[in-house]
């Protein structure tokens, strides 16, 4: 009987730790891509098609297609989603470690930061291993330093560097059992969503006594409704979705935070209309990804009940028109989201 091939071992290991693996080839996902340039799926398919040949959405924890992945390529590198089990902080070379250390030692009171850790195959980048923030990825978080979160990937001990041959390999004492690491509060902030930087103090608001305001109701009502009319990019004057899901769910976790709606039921019926507008269906990865993005920044600015309801009529029953008092939403430079603009 042959020795299982190292790397299967390994890829199994990391799957039976609830890490959804894909075989690499140097650092570029192995499986020929499904849909190339002039297919309309180009770009779009995350793998609803049912074949495979999508980058990151190709990754499995299922051990029999990885046993038949590394049984064809006994020697494919090894590549880890992150944002699922981990988040990792990558940090390239010499200028990256140069960037990273003086950040910590500016802006992080020199703590370093703990949890497992690679040297990577081309002898001077550091992986760190970060609990999930389910914050965004962010290219360039640091001069030389990736951040990698929710639809990326990163190569794994024991792969091999394909320019230099070495492997990755885990510091000694700092592997994957080790409790990973957190992510120091001034970085998170640079990787949170730019519009809270520039977001106006919010005008005076009352907090009640318990969640479930008709205030907050209304504004619940209107909001989702929004959501779920919005329109996608086949239907005339270019998509919308992302954008008014954001803001919207945005809008409503500021009223969570507030005191004014109750955290579950808001989830829930951002989540309906999500579906109901089509965005859940045809990208649930990325709606997923708006709704945390829009949870995290909604819940940092709580509101409450106006104390000047909204130009008159109707008093604090009503919901303001415009719900919305902040910056627009910006993309970043994520080509998911910039797609349906
Ligand atoms: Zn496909």
């Known amino acids: ?50 074949q495979q040949g999508h980058g990151v959405h190709d990754a ?8 038949q992945w590394w049984r064809r390529w006994s020697h494919a590198n090894i590549g880890l989603r992150t944002g699922v089990v ?12 140069h960037s990273f250390q003086r950040f910590l030692t500016e ?21 760190l291993y970060v609990a999930p923030t389910g914050l965004p990825d962010h290219i360039g978080v640091l001069e030389g330093v990736d951040y990698r979160a929710a639809g990326r990937y990163v190569a794994a001990p024991p792969s091999r560097h394909s320019a230099t041959g070495r492997p990755y390999v885990w510091n000694a004492g700092r592997g994957l059992d080790t409790p990973l690491g957190q992510v120091p ?10 519009p809270i930087d520039r977001q106006p103090e919010p005008a005076p608001t009352v907090r009640p006594a318990e969640p479930g305001h008709p205030y907050g109701r ?5 909001e989702t409704a929004r959501i779920a009319g919005a329109h996608g990019p086949s239907q005339g004057r270019g998509g ?22 109750d955290e579950a039921e808001v989830a829930g019926e951002l989540e309906r209309a999500a579906g109901a507008c089509g965005l859940l269906s045809d990208e649930p990865r990325q709606t997923r990804r708006t709704l945390a993005s829009a949870r995290q920044v909604g ?37 998911d989201r910039a797609r349906e603009r």
């Open 240 to 261: 919308e979705r992302n954008k008014v899901l954001w803001e919207a769910a945005r809008n409503l976790y500021n009223l969570v935070a507030g005191g004014l709606l």
């Open 60 to 67: 499995t924890t299922n051990p029999d297609q990885l046993r």
């Open 1 to 50: 009987m042959t020795p299982r091939p190292p790397l299967l071992d390994a890829a199994l290991g990391y799957a039976d730790r609830g890490v959804p693996v894909l075989p690499l080839r140097g650092k570029l996902p192995l499986i020929p891509a499904a849909h190339g340039p002039g297919d309309p799926l180009y770009q779009q398919c995350r793998g609803a098609c049912s």
């Open 299 to 335: 819940m940092a600015h709580p509101r409450g009940i106006p104390e000047r309801p909204a130009s008159g009529a109707r008093g604090q029953d009503r919901p303001p028109k415009d719900a919305s008092h902040h910056p627009p939403f910006h993309p970043h430079r994520n080509p």
């Open 185 to 194: 509060p001034a970085l998170r902030e640079r990787l949170a969503p730019r």
């Open 218 to 222: 209304a504004v619940l009502e209107a």
């Open 86 to 97: 981990f988040d990792v902080i990558d940090v390239d070379g010499e200028r990256g470690r």
């Open 107 to 127: 802006r992080c009171g020199g703590v370093p930061i703990g949890g497992p850790r690679v040297r990577t195959g081309s002898g001077a980048g550091w992986h």
